[in-house]
């Protein structure tokens, strides 16, 4: 069953502006991270918020992440056409071994 | 660095066939995870390799296996194929090694797309 609940499942934007998505998941965690995944490609690694971290930069990214809400946002700024893609929160659960498991995703379409 | 690779990129059988996919993992990495995608249920873990080990299964029916070769390459194979396993197999890997629930950070192939007609 899925960890992560994403919110919206689909978002149209245009270029320029800010793109917020939103995840929330079920039991306790190591550390949450988001992915993209272009259609029908494979999906890369984004950016990494570990429990005891409440905020996380990288470049046009920005990630927040609430552990006494189980929830956790994805923020992009100044959106690009290139930014079209989904968008996947992934939890590792702490089982002892390296097990992620994948939200709903998010469908973001930026226009020109 | 090469990245994850993943073949054959698209294949089509047809029910109660069976089917290998093969994974080619980053070099050094000894993690190998093995994903399923559909449109229906997401993305679900199938299982994970570490040393030719299999440390960790989802909830997926005895017809999915894999292993892992002692140069981390993995395959996974599929048999008694049914329309339902239509789906996008993804493969990843990890630099993790042991328990290490800090890191985290999965390389994924490009997928392998069957269709079971």
């Known amino acids: 069953s899925q960890q992560g609940e994403e919110d919206p499942q689909a978002l149209s934007i245009q270029e320029g502006e800010n793109a917020t998505m939103n995840c929330s998941y079920k039991t306790s965690i190591n550390n949450l991270q988001w992915y993209r995944q272009n259609s029908g490609r494979g999906l890369v690694h984004l950016i990494l918020i570990r429990s005891n971290e409440r905020e996380k930069h990288s470049g046009r990214l920005r990630v927040t992440l609430d552990t006494s809400k189980k929830s956790s946002s994805l923020l992009i700024t100044a959106s690009r056409a290139a930014d079209t893609a989904s968008y996947f929160c992934a939890t590792v659960i702490n089982t002892g071994f390296q097990k992620l498991v994948f939200g709903t995703g998010t469908r973001l379409l930026v226009s020109p | 660095k090469a990245g994850v690779t993943q073949t054959p990129r698209y294949l089509i059988k047809t029910r109660g066939q069976q089917v290998t996919l093969s994974c080619s993992p980053i070099?050094?990495?000894?993690?190998v995870s093995w994903y399923q995608q559909t449109p229906g249920q997401g993305l679900q873990f199938l299982f994970e390799y570490f040393s030719e080990t299999q440390r960790n299964k989802g909830n997926f029916p005895g017809r999915f296996s894999g292993r892992q070769f002692s140069n981390s390459r993995s395959e996974m194979n599929v048999s008694t194929l049914e329309l339902g396993d239509s789906a996008l197999y993804l493969c990843?890997?990890?630099?993790?090694?042991?328990?290490?629930?800090?890191?985290?950070?999965?390389?994924f192939g490009e997928g392998s797309r069957l269709t079971v007609l």
């Open positions: 070099s050094g990495h000894r993690s």
């Open positions: 990843a890997s990890s630099s993790a090694g042991g328990v290490q629930p800090n890191t985290g950070e999965l390389f």
